[in-house]
């Protein structure tokens, strides 16, 4: 029995020092394992990141490609790294809610915001609603669908590709509107002959036809704003006009000043007696004056002048002819600037009050000076060259290139 109990004892002892070895071995693994253990840890870990990172910008290409973005600029392989892929992401979102600056811009008067924390956000905060946060301006979702629809049949229908590259224009200019976040803005599109006041919606707020510039007199495109509005307004008439059309006709019969209400104003800006100049002697070279048209119903701008910052002397304006807006479907015969239907509505609107009655536009005073007048708040524009786009409907409408400028694409 005390042999037993020995026996015991020393099964018990040996059974100990195995569970106590393994637990010490446990615990004296050498520091050159454990950082080769930690190392296999990190590179499982950076491999699957790695994987996700590149899922994120698969889905972030796949629906900037759904909305007429080209994305084989960021095209990735297998070498491309975490911190790349990142920033290929960050650089698409961005063009995702603020497209890019468009080509034919020939002056950029209004500042743009652009919030670049929105999009550094990688893999780790990405979801689908950071991609449709921009997507709920209405003439962006009906021509979002338009295009979608025609890339269904771009492959039994090959004429589709070229409305298709027109629309992917368009939605990259309404991208690109994100830029400035405006709450109202008026857009002048030219091929339309259109001008429509937008809400931060897409609800049009006053829409109108307007007279653009001919093709060899070219509306510019740009961003601007309203400044100031003037009532009555003198036409200060561009050196180019007056030289080149205004001062062959003077010289022919001068009764054409009388008859134009124009008037002669020297380098002082002082009324000239016409009848003291000898027009014989003046040319391009030898051009001394300004001419000015007074105010009035038959001033060229009409009776309201809505003055646009830039510096080509561009601005929206009334009319002597209003009649063209009915007669014609000639909507592109000025010599750049803008002439709108409905002046007295849009004056209105900018001005935040009731300023202009009905009656203002009939009863045409004589004599009257030029009378400005402050808006309350810079009001944001856009003249833009969009050959497709949507109707008030939604249908879509791909519109004569008038100043054919589509012809080398």
Request: proline share 5%.
């Amino acid at each position: 029995m005390k042999k037993q109990t020995i026996w015991i004892s020393i099964a018990i002892a040996v059974v100990a020092g195995l569970v106590l070895f393994v637990f010490l071995s446990r615990d004296t693994v050498s520091p050159g394992r454990k950082s080769l253990f930690k190392k296999n840890d990190n590179a499982e870990q950076a491999a699957r990141k790695l994987q996700e990172t590149k899922l994120t910008l698969h889905q972030v290409c796949r629906y900037a490609d759904s909305v007429g973005i080209d994305t084989t600029r960021y095209a990735f392989d297998a070498s491309t790294s975490s911190d790349e892929l990142n920033d290929k992401i960050s650089s698409l979102l961005l063009e995702v809610r603020y497209g890019k600056k468009p080509s034919r811009l020939e002056y950029s008067g209004l500042k743009e915001t652009i919030d670049t924390s929105w999009a550094d956000k990688g893999a780790d905060k990405f979801s689908r609603a950071l991609l449709t946060q921009n997507s709920e301006f209405t003439p962006y979702q009906q021509l979002v669908g338009h295009y979608q629809r025609l890339r269904r049949r771009a492959a039994s229908s090959p004429e589709s590709a070229d409305s298709l590259r027109l629309i992917r224009q368009t939605l990259n200019f309404y991208r690109y509107i994100n830029r400035f976040e405006p709450d109202k803005f008026v857009l002048v599109n030219i091929p339309a002959g259109e001008l429509n006041v937008f809400d931060r919606s897409g609800k049009r707020l006053l829409p109108m036809k307007v007279i653009a510039g001919k093709k060899d007199k070219r509306t510019p495109c740009m961003t601007t704003y309203i400044k100031g509005i003037v009532a009555y307004p003198y036409w200060n008439v561009p050196k180019g006009i007056a030289i080149n059309e205004m001062l062959p006709r003077i010289k022919r019969d001068l009764a054409y000043l009388y008859n134009q209400n124009l008037q002669v104003l020297d380098s002082r800006d002082q009324e000239v007696d016409p009848e003291t100049i000898d027009w014989e002697s003046l040319s391009e070279t030898n051009f001394p004056y300004r001419i000015r048209q007074a105010s009035g119903c038959e001033n060229s701008l009409g009776l309201i002048k809505f003055d646009l910052a830039n510096p080509m002397a561009i601005y929206l304006h009334d009319t002597n002819g209003r009649d063209l807006f009915t007669v014609t479907s000639d909507r592109w015969r000025s010599h750049g600037c803008v002439r709108v239907q409905k002046p007295v509505e849009l004056a209105n609107f900018v001005l935040g009050k009731q300023t202009f009655d009905a009656g203002f536009m009939n009863r045409c005073l004589i004599n009257q000076k030029p009378q400005p007048l402050a808006v309350p708040q810079p009001f944001p524009v856009f003249i833009a060259y969009n050959v497709a786009d949507v109707d008030s409907a939604g249908a879509l409408r791909i519109y004569k290139d008038v100043y054919a400028l589509e012809l080398d694409k």
